[in-house]
């Protein structure tokens, strides 16, 4: 039988030295004597002591204590122990509902006596037995809260519904999955050996019969009822272990010696009892499977073959996988917590990470190039809650590839300008070097018509692969209205023959921009075309400049055909001409271009369309700080 125990709070051993041999010899008490009225309390956190004794000579001292034990344990016996009686003293022990006070001199025979008092109030009492019920149970929850160690948990669990029951054994049994088999996940007062080997069909057996069922069962000894288990037992709970409605196992206390019955209200308890283990259970189970998510998403961000930086919101590293690691020429040192800038001293990753709130995703990509001439491409992402993630992409291959390619074109491009050139002269010469008919007029200007064509395409090739290869991105301080002005001059002719109405506005506080002047009036130009080429007779076209905040905005907006609205997002792509204009001659090369020269000033474009109803060109360019 496990010895009682006593709590016997007195720092200064005024009466523990005297009474602690008595006590132990004549009730045979397990005395724990902490040295301070904290140890006391925690102490009591930790164990179920009969009764507390305190003895505590300064008067505020004793009543805090004990009404910090009271609080915690309402139904606990506390006899106080003062040096001697004074009217304080008894308002004293009223004040903390203390159960008796003793004073000095103090006679063991009353303290023994003062003692089977109260601890026999305390043990067999209806309402004690309730309230330390209560008390088993808030503690467990606690301790669910507290520690993730299941194993713990739920011997403990067992442990408490053994003590509050009365039982001589108790068991935690769980279904195997695998097998649909139970075995005995804890145990109390049970043989290790027949613990580890125990394993029961759930058909046919009394514990079965919770398993299906889902309902508890109570043997008594007065409602006998044969058992088909593999043990025999006199009296019996077994209370399912309920997850959404599937029962996963049972919780059961038994009594194989003793005829002690159980009862209803012992019932009530191990269900309480089981829900906690069903909480501790699934607590442990969600712990374990975000334990094993997580580390498989480490596994797999370390091993991916794309680099990965992941950081806080400050920019402190929180992974930086092995790709990475390599790039940057990094040892195995830990990285975690240091500063992004101080890891990877490469300078377009740094100007990337500044650019990491732009709201557009463009300005969260640039394109890095390391020291051994490789290329990757380098997306940031935010990631709520987290920081940002850097993925750096290889795109040297690519890179190479698109060298080439436009290396092709643009050697192919200049090859077939000079026979062109030559083919349109003589084509000139023919009407001079002598008469000619009508019809062969009409096809000396059909020949005229189309090598123009080839000529255009083929200049458009040659000015993409110049501005792509960032050949001619010299840049000067240019006002944009000149260039604006320059290029309207340019439709001049194209407005006055559809009697189109042009409507100019320009914003003279734009202040210089710094740019390529050929460029930006290209650019302008191959807008304002577009909206001459797309607009019928008499339709409107609006041009306007504006300056705001830092920024040079310009406006091209026409009353003409409009863009399909499944086919804005192509409009931009080489040769993409939509499904709408198969009446007008063009390339599909001009608004790449357009974009092209906006993206290598720093600038944006894009377009608002309605089907029919015009579009609006809007080209966003920096203006440099003072
Ligand atoms: P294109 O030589 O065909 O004009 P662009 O690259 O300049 O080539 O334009 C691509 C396509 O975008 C055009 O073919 C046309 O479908 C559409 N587009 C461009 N500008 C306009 C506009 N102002 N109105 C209607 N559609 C336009």
């Not at 709590?7 to 051993?13: A, E």
């Not at 508890?216 to 025999?232: C, E, V, Y």
């Not at 491009?413 to 023919?430: A, K, M, N, Q």
């Not at 290209?522 to 400049?545: C, H, S, W």
């Amino acid at each position: 039988m496990v010895e009682p125990t006593l709590l016997f709070v007195d720092p200064s051993r005024t009466f523990l030295p005297g009474l602690e041999e008595v006590l132990s010899r004549e009730r045979h008490y397990r005395i724990l004597a902490p040295s301070s009225t904290a140890e006391a309390v925690d102490q009591l956190e930790k164990t179920s002591p009969r009764a507390v004794i305190l003895a505590l000579p300064d008067d505020s001292e004793a009543l805090d204590a004990a009404t910090r034990i009271r609080t915690l344990r309402p139904a606990l016996p506390i006899i106080l122990l003062a040096p001697k009686k004074t009217k304080k003293s008894y308002t004293d022990v009223l004040r903390v509902r203390a159960d008796e006070l003793l004073t000095e001199p103090v006679h063991p025979a009353d303290l023994l006596s003062a003692l089977d008092r109260h601890s026999a109030k305390g043990t067999t009492s209806p309402i004690h037995v309730k309230v330390r019920e209560l008390e088993t149970l808030v503690q467990l929850a606690k301790n669910i809260n507290r520690h993730l160690d299941i194993d713990q948990t739920l011997a403990s669990i067992v442990d408490a519904a053994v003590r509050l029951t009365g039982a001589e054994e108790g068991s935690l049994m769980l279904v195997d999955p695998s097998s649909g088999e139970l075995y005995m996940r804890a145990s109390k007062n049970f043989d290790e050996e027949f613990v580890r080997t125990f394993r029961m069909k759930v058909e046919d057996s009394l514990a079965g019969e919770v398993i299906r069922g889902g309902a508890p069962i109570l043997l008594s000894a007065d409602s006998p009822k044969k058992i088909k288990s593999s043990f025999l037992v006199h009296s019996l709970i077994f209370v399912p272990l309920l997850l959404q409605e599937k029962t996963i196992g049972l919780l059961g206390v038994d009594n194989r010696a003793t005829r002690t019955p159980l009862r209803e209200s012992d019932l009530a308890l191990m269900q309480a009892l089981a829900e906690h283990a069903v909480i501790a259970l699934e607590n442990a189970r969600l712990h374990e499977t975000t334990q094993t998510q997580m580390s498989q998403l480490d596994t797999v961000i370390r091993q991916v073959e794309d680099g990965v930086i992941i950081t806080d919101s400050e920019g402190g590293i929180l992974v930086a996988n092995q790709t990475v690691r390599s790039l940057f020429h990094l040892d195995d040192s830990p990285l975690v917590g240091r500063p992004m800038k101080e890891v990877f001293p490469n300078l377009e990753l740094q100007y990337l990470f500044a650019r990491r709130e732009a709201e557009n995703p463009h300005q969260r990509r640039a394109e890095i190039t390391l020291d051994d001439e490789r290329v990757f491409t380098a997306h940031l992402t935010p990631i709520e809650g987290v920081g940002f993630a850097i993925v750096l992409n290889d795109i040297t291959h690519l890179k190479e590839l698109d060298r080439l390619k436009s290396e092709f074109v643009a050697t192919v491009s200049h090859d077939l300008r000079s026979p062109l050139t030559t083919i349109l002269g003589y084509v000139d010469l023919i009407e001079r070097a002598g008469p000619v008919s009508e019809q062969q007029k009409s096809f000396i200007r059909r020949i005229q018509n189309s090598v123009g064509s080839i000529t255009t395409l083929i200049s458009d090739l040659l000015d993409l692969g110049k501005i792509e290869s960032g050949i001619d991105t010299q840049k000067e301080p240019v006002q944009l209205n000149g260039l604006a002005r320059n290029a309207l001059e340019g439709i001049r002719s194209g407005v006055e023959n559809k009697r189109i109405h042009l409507a100019v506005s320009l914003d003279e506080n734009i202040p210089p921009l710094n740019g390529n002047p050929v460029r930006l009036r290209q650019m302008i130009a191959n807008l304002l075309d577009n909206a001459v080429k797309y607009t019928p007779e008499e339709g409107t076209i609006r041009f306007a400049t504006r300056h705001e905040q830092d920024q040079a905005l310009i406006l091209v907006e026409d009353s003409g055909i409009g863009i399909p609205t499944s086919e804005l997002p192509y409009v931009f792509n080489k040769f993409y001409r939509a499904t709408n204009v198969q009446n007008t001659v063009g390339t599909g090369l001009g608004l790449s271009i357009v974009k092209s020269i906006a993206e290598i000033h720093g600038g944006r474009v894009w377009v608002d369309s309605k089907d029919v109803e015009g579009t609006k060109f809007t080209v966003v360019l920096p203006v440099p700080k003072e």
